[in-house]
């Protein structure tokens, strides 16, 4: 299967593959790249995301074309795109909806990485560019939905801005900066579509080096052990592009269902308000994909941090904010906070439980941050902020430490050949 | 997989790669039909949206128009000339030899009312709207317009005559609802 690539037959892909080699690599990294035979649907994900990220890309540079960046207009011509553009209700559907598929996909990309331990060494910079995607996503779809100037465009710009105003000292002075005024207004519609534009180009080129980087220590797979020859491996090429190919199929099913059938289910009425910077909605709140780090923003109680010594140390709005970015950073020192030199859950008899704890504390914030924060939804917050952190800070350490973990087959190629009973 | 190849399977390696290539064109087919179906809402996105369409028609009040008077008018974005000829124009449209002319049309075939000339005023080489209308502008040598561009010549009917265009200046669609107003498009 390897070796000189067969399109290289062909007289005019030979004259350019010798003056530029785009050939020869597409060979390398979508045919011939090795990857282990064992993957399961959980590896679709990855390049549902990529898929995602095109459909994204085509979809808003369509949208723009009919799209006016200015507070009178914005709201008036997104609906002109809904009412009076041709197919304009289904471009903006596909692309509202979009974004929530991606964050669907980005969401279980990252939480099996999580469960066969894909962060571990030699895969730490992979994590890391995975982690700076999904911060350039979350600015990018933060500033989207602002796009549409209705109500929760308005106060969740608001709201998020006024995020920086936590920070000590120069906090007012970052906030004024970003509006480009003394609210959210003109200026700062303006610089979101401005960036809005350009972050996801951003993204294309920190996926390319994050697939660089996966090609570099190739692919993990669920039973979390090094590929040790030609014999725990298949091509990418037709094996994983028929199964990709086959994964896009299922999950645009879903996706049209949305966009078909529910295009409004997963947005918040409110945004078919238009933007009113004198009255702020009674419950704002984010998309769903927000809404776990939402929870964590409100779960704090005032002076969260010394308050039983009687003065503040840190404010509870502050605490907030800090928590709230801390929930994704710490993702950063993951490959370290995990103790276990076992990759995947699979051999990790206590970790493989407490994985499924992590999700559903993610699942639980998730319900909290869609409520308003009082009674139970903040106690569930402030529960479930807690369990985020003592898992990624005391658990991961702490399991890997004590845990004893089962025997790890001796290659990939051994448990696949005796059918998977090693 | 691996057993369908095997020698001696009923109906043998030849009858499966038949039913593999049928599969593969099948997939492929229903693929692009997929991707063609998916393509042109994208395509016909980019075409006029129902507003734009609903601007298509624009009605002139033109009473207070005087003989030897021009104006422009907007119609989808493009000027309009509507001018009232003098009957000294209109005879000079009329007398033109048309097998002299590069884009044969008679004057008769360009206007409802011979007193009422109403030409789309884009120049038919590359866009440009020629001068004219106004007083004092040129008008060229056959007494219509002058396109400033690349100096095409227009007479009272608005047919080319001299210069790089191609065509005569085109008559839009119009209708009179009444004597004194005139519906564009």
């Given at each position: 299967?390897?070796?000189?690539?067969?399109?290289?037959?062909?007289?005019?892909?030979?004259?350019?593959?010798?003056?530029?080699?785009?050939?020869?690599?597409?060979?390398?990294?979508?045919?011939?790249?090795?990857?282990?035979?064992?993957?399961?649907?959980?590896?679709?994900?990855?390049?549902?995301?990529?898929?995602?990220?095109?459909?994204m890309i085509v979809s808003g540079?369509?949208?723009?074309?009919?799209?006016?960046?200015?507070?009178?207009?914005?709201?008036?011509?997104?609906?002109?795109?809904?009412?009076?553009?041709?197919?304009?209700?289904?471009?903006?559907?596909?692309?509202?909806?979009?974004?929530?598929?991606?964050?669907?996909?980005?969401?279980?990309?990252?939480?099996?990485?999580?469960?066969?331990?894909?962060?571990?060494?030699?895969?730490?910079?992979?994590?890391?560019?995975?982690?700076?995607?999904?911060?350039?996503?979350?600015?990018?779809?933060?500033?989207?939905?602002?796009?549409?100037?209705?109500?929760?465009?308005?106060?969740?710009?608001?709201?998020?801005?006024?995020?920086?105003?936590?920070?000590?000292?120069?906090?007012?002075?970052?906030?004024?900066?970003?509006?480009?005024g003394f609210s959210v207004d003109?200026?700062?519609?303006?610089?979101?579509?401005?960036?809005?534009?350009?972050?996801?180009?951003?993204?294309?080129?920190?996926?390319?080096?994050?697939?660089?980087?996966?090609?570099?220590?190739?692919?993990?797979?669920?039973?979390?052990?090094?590929?040790?020859?030609?014999?725990?491996?298949?091509?990418?090429?037709?094996?994983?592009?028929?199964?990709?190919?086959?994964?896009?199929?299922?999950?645009?099913?879903?996706?049209?269902?949305?966009?078909?059938?529910?295009?409004?289910?997963?947005?918040?009425?409110?945004?078919?308000?238009?933007?009113?910077?004198?009255?702020?909605?009674?419950?704002?709140?984010?998309?769903?994909?927000?809404?776990?780090?939402?929870?964590?923003?409100?779960?704090?109680?005032?002076?969260?941090?010394?308050?039983?010594?009687?003065?503040?140390?840190?404010?509870?709005?502050?605490?907030?904010?800090?928590?709230?970015?801390?929930?994704?950073?710490?993702?950063?020192?993951?490959?370290?906070?995990?103790?276990?030199?076992?990759?995947?859950?699979?051999?990790?008899?206590?970790?493989?439980?407490?994985?499924?704890?992590?999700?559903?504390?993610?699942?639980?914030?998730?319900?909290?941050?869609?409520?308003?924060?009082?009674g139970p939804a903040l106690w569930?917050?402030?529960?479930?902020?807690?369990?985020?952190?003592?898992?990624?800070?005391?658990?991961?350490?702490?399991?890997?430490?004590?845990?004893?973990?089962?025997?790890?087959?001796?290659?990939?190629?051994?448990?696949?050949?005796?059918?998977?009973?090693? | 997989?691996?057993?369908?190849?095997?020698?001696?399977?009923?109906?043998?390696?030849?009858?499966?790669?038949?039913?593999?290539?049928?599969?593969?064109?099948?997939?492929?087919?229903?693929?692009?039909?997929?991707?063609?179906?998916?393509?042109?809402?994208?395509?016909?996105?980019?075409?006029?949206?129902?507003?734009?369409?609903?601007?298509?028609?624009?009605?002139?009040?033109?009473?207070?128009?005087?003989?030897?008077?021009?104006?422009?008018?907007?119609?989808?974005?493009?000027?309009?000339?509507?001018?009232?000829?003098?009957?000294?124009?209109?005879?000079?449209?009329?007398?033109?030899?048309?097998?002299?002319?590069?884009?044969?049309?008679?004057?008769?075939?360009?206007?409802?009312?011979?007193?009422?000339?109403?030409?789309?005023?884009?120049?038919?080489?590359?866009?440009?709207?020629?001068?004219?209308?106004?007083?004092?502008?040129?008008?060229?040598?056959?007494?219509?317009?002058?396109?400033?561009?690349?100096?095409?010549?227009?007479?009272?009917?608005?047919?080319?005559?001299?210069?790089?265009?191609?065509?005569?200046?085109?008559?839009?669609?119009?209708?009179?609802?009444?004597?004194?107003?005139?519906?564009?498009?």
């Amino acid at each position: 299967m390897t070796g000189a690539p067969a399109m290289l037959d062909n007289k005019l892909v030979k004259w350019v593959d010798q003056r530029l080699p785009i050939f020869t690599m597409m060979q390398h990294s979508a045919i011939d790249y090795p990857t282990p035979k064992n993957l399961s649907y959980w590896w679709n994900f990855g390049s549902l995301a990529g898929f995602m990220l095109v459909v994204m890309i085509v979809s808003g540079v369509f949208l723009a074309m009919h799209y006016t960046p200015h507070v009178d207009y914005a709201f008036a011509s997104v609906e002109r795109i809904m009412r009076d553009v041709n197919y304009g209700w289904l471009i903006r559907y596909i692309h509202m909806n979009g974004a929530s598929m991606f964050f669907i996909a980005v969401y279980i990309h990252l939480f099996r990485g999580m469960y066969y331990g894909s962060y571990k060494a030699p895969r730490e910079l992979l994590w890391w560019l995975g982690i700076v995607i999904l911060l350039l996503m979350m600015a990018t779809a933060f500033m989207g939905y602002v796009l549409p100037w209705g109500q929760m465009s308005f106060w969740g710009a608001t709201v998020i801005t006024n995020l920086f105003s936590a920070i000590p000292f120069v906090g007012n002075w970052i906030v004024t900066l970003l509006w480009g005024g003394f609210s959210v207004d003109n200026p700062t519609l303006n610089r979101f579509y401005s960036l809005h534009y350009l972050l996801p180009f951003v993204i294309v080129g920190v996926v390319g080096a994050h697939i660089w980087a996966l090609h570099t220590t190739k692919s993990n797979n669920p039973l979390g052990i090094d590929i040790k020859g030609p014999q725990d491996t298949i091509p990418f090429h037709p094996y994983y592009t028929a199964k990709d190919m086959f994964g896009v199929g299922v999950f645009m099913v879903v996706y049209a269902l949305f966009v078909f059938f529910a295009p409004n289910l997963l947005g918040d009425p409110a945004n078919y308000i238009p933007a009113n910077p004198l009255q702020t909605p009674a419950h704002i709140v984010p998309e769903w994909y927000f809404l776990p780090y939402y929870a964590i923003l409100r779960a704090t109680p005032d002076n969260f941090i010394g308050s039983w010594m009687g003065f503040t140390l840190v404010p509870a709005k502050l605490a907030g904010v800090i928590l709230m970015f801390g929930s994704i950073l710490l993702l950063f020192v993951l490959p370290w906070l995990d103790t276990s030199r076992v990759r995947s859950a699979r051999f990790r008899p206590i970790y493989k439980w407490v994985f499924w704890l992590f999700v559903i504390c993610c699942a639980a914030l998730t319900w909290a941050g869609s409520q308003p924060p009082e009674g139970p939804a903040l106690w569930v917050a402030r529960l479930g902020t807690f369990y985020y952190f003592f898992h990624l800070i005391v658990l991961m350490p702490l399991i890997g430490w004590f845990e004893r973990p089962l025997a790890l087959p001796k290659s990939i190629a051994e448990p696949v050949l005796s059918g998977g009973k090693a | 997989m691996a057993d369908t190849a095997k020698p001696g399977h009923p109906g043998g390696a030849h009858d499966d790669s038949n039913r593999r290539d049928f599969l593969f064109m099948l997939t492929g087919a229903a693929g692009a039909v997929g991707v063609a179906s998916v393509a042109w809402p994208f395509i016909h996105f980019m075409n006029p949206s129902a507003d734009v369409l609903a601007l298509s028609s624009t009605e002139v009040n033109i009473e207070p128009i005087k003989v030897g008077q021009s104006i422009t008018v907007v119609w989808r974005g493009k000027p309009v000339f509507i001018r009232r000829r003098t009957s000294e124009e209109i005879k000079q449209a009329a007398d033109v030899n048309i097998k002299s002319l590069r884009d044969p049309q008679p004057d008769s075939a360009r206007v409802k009312k011979p007193e009422w000339l109403i030409l789309v005023g884009i120049c038919t080489h590359l866009g440009c709207v020629p001068l004219g209308q106004k007083l004092g502008d040129p008008r060229g040598d056959f007494s219509g317009w002058f396109c400033p561009c690349h100096g095409s010549h227009y007479d009272t009917s608005g047919r080319v005559r001299l210069g790089p265009a191609p065509a005569n200046l085109a008559v839009p669609p119009y209708a009179f609802l009444t004597d004194t107003t005139v519906k564009i498009g």
